[in-house]
Nanobody, 125 residues
Framework: QVQLVESGGGLVQAGGSLRLSCAASERAFRIYNMGWFRQAPGKKREFVSA???????YYADSVKGRFTISRDNIKNTVYLQMNALKPEDTAVYYC???????????????????WGQGTQVTISS
């Protein structure tokens, strides 16, 4: 099991930026696909972004052009840079690991075995 610890959430005004970080406990991190999901009150958890073991990146249409995902395999950390934030981005953001190893990147939450505790992101209008 991979321990994932998120940080970087907070309260910002619309149009602002935040950078989320997710530190993983496993050195095998470099072969995992890593994803970010979010869940707003009363809504289902939804895919936000993912970065594959090979560095390929994927985004939900709602965040494309505003969010950037990246990974640092030396620090075992994945980042989500969020710019031009909107009130509808308000949610708890979760980091997730797919330990399949060299696997196809998935947008489905069920593909990810390990999850962080979540970090709250609140955007005021």
């Amino acid at each position: 099991q991979v321990q994932l610890v998120e940080s970087g959430g907070g309260l910002v005004q619309a149009g602002g930026s935040l950078r989320l970080s997710c530190a993983a406990s496993e050195r095998a991190f470099r072969i995992y696909n890593m994803g970010w999901f979010r869940q707003a009150p009363g809504k289902k958890r939804e895919f936000v972004s993912a970065v594959g073991w090979n560095g390929a990146t994927y985004y939900a249409d709602s965040v494309k052009g505003r969010f950037t995902i990246s990974r640092d395999n030396i620090k075992n950390t994945v980042y989500l840079q969020m710019n031009a934030l909107k009130p509808e981005d308000t949610a708890v953001y979760y980091c997730a690991a797919d330990r399949g190893g060299y696997a196809r990147v998935a947008r489905e939450s069920g593909q990810y075995e390990d999850w962080g505790q979540g970090t709250q992101v609140t955007i005021s209008s």
